[in-house]
């Protein structure tokens, strides 16, 4: 219990830096209004570009919600780190990284949710649609698993960050990415055919094929090859992004400096 303990107290005091000096109203607006207003958008956008039935790409794009905690809150970490003069301290640790930076994709995780289940609310008051409480809860748990790839792939990004020093650029085109080429908004039978693959390899797809899938009425285990690619995924991503801060962390220690760029 002590160790489940400090974990959730290492990714609470995580979470409580990056919003520690705005009120409550700004981070209101930040985590939860602005990505809404976003999903509305391009919700509305899509029905008019694709017609149809305006469920599939409600849910969808309260699904991408999540890159907007997990993705930019795990990818400004060790950039975070490195501005306030801690990295250096981490590093110089002989804590394990993984122990400390794992854990603070756990209020990630659960602010993505809870940015997708706010998102849920509204689109159930604007739309009018309805879902039952098997299709909410299988919702629900997917999620989860889409906040926690989500976090994975902002690990790696991250890591990136610290070799290239523009962190902005990473984020703003990998959830251009997310929005544009997982299915959120347009069937991605219409992409080129050169591109069909790309969807294939990236996070959230295959969360998003499940929200479709879960609308019409089908289970998440009726499709479980879906459902453990995506946890897959981000077990993937997670380790890749470690690989490449202990990389990042070697070079540091023989050149005795943060300045990789």
């Known amino acids: 219990m002590e160790t489940f303990q400090r974990l959730f107290r290492n990714a609470t005091f995580t979470y409580k830096i990056r919003f520690g000096a705005i009120n409550w ?34 849910i969808g794009n309260a699904l991408v919600l999540t890159y907007m905690s997990s993705l930019f809150g795990m990818g400004t970490q060790f950039s975070n780190e490195r501005e306030i003069g801690t990295l250096i301290l981490i590093i110089a640790s002989p804590e ?11 209020m990630f995780t659960i602010e993505g949710c809870l940015n997708v289940i706010v998102g849920f609310a509204f689109g159930f008051l604007a739309f009018g649609f309805n ?30 960050a610290l070799l290239t020093g523009d962190l902005n650029l990473l984020l703003n085109v990998s959830s251009m990415v997310l929005l544009g080429l997982t ?62 801060f202990k990389f990042i962390e070697k070079k540091a220690i023989k050149k005795g400096t943060l300045d990789l760029i």
Not at 25 to 53: D, E, H, S, W
Not at 96 to 106: D, E, G, V
Not at 131 to 156: D, H, N, P, R, Y
Not at 199 to 225: A, C, D, Q, V, W
């Open 96 to 106: 394990s990284k993984l122990a400390t930076f794992l854990p603070r994709t756990i």
């Open 131 to 160: 879902i039952s409480t098997g299709q909410f809860l299988s919702l629900l748990v997917l999620c989860l698993i889409a906040s926690f790839v989500a976090s994975g792939l902002g690990v790696v990004i991250s890591s990136l």
């Open 25 to 58: 109203k700004a981070y209101i607006l930040f985590t939860l209004i602005t990505p809404v207003m976003q999903m509305f958008c391009f919700t509305l956008l899509a029905r008019y570009a694709n017609g149809g039935n305006i469920d599939y790409w409600f």
């Open 183 to 244: 299915g959120a908004n347009f069937p991605l039978e219409r992409l080129p055919h050169f591109l069909q693959f790309l969807p294939n390899i990236l996070p959230l797809t295959r969360s998003i094929k499940l929200s479709h899938y879960i609308m019409n009425g089908e289970t998440l285990m009726s499709h479980s090859y879906l459902v453990f690619g995506e946890i897959f995924m981000g077990l993937l991503l997670m380790i890749l992004g470690m690989l490449l």
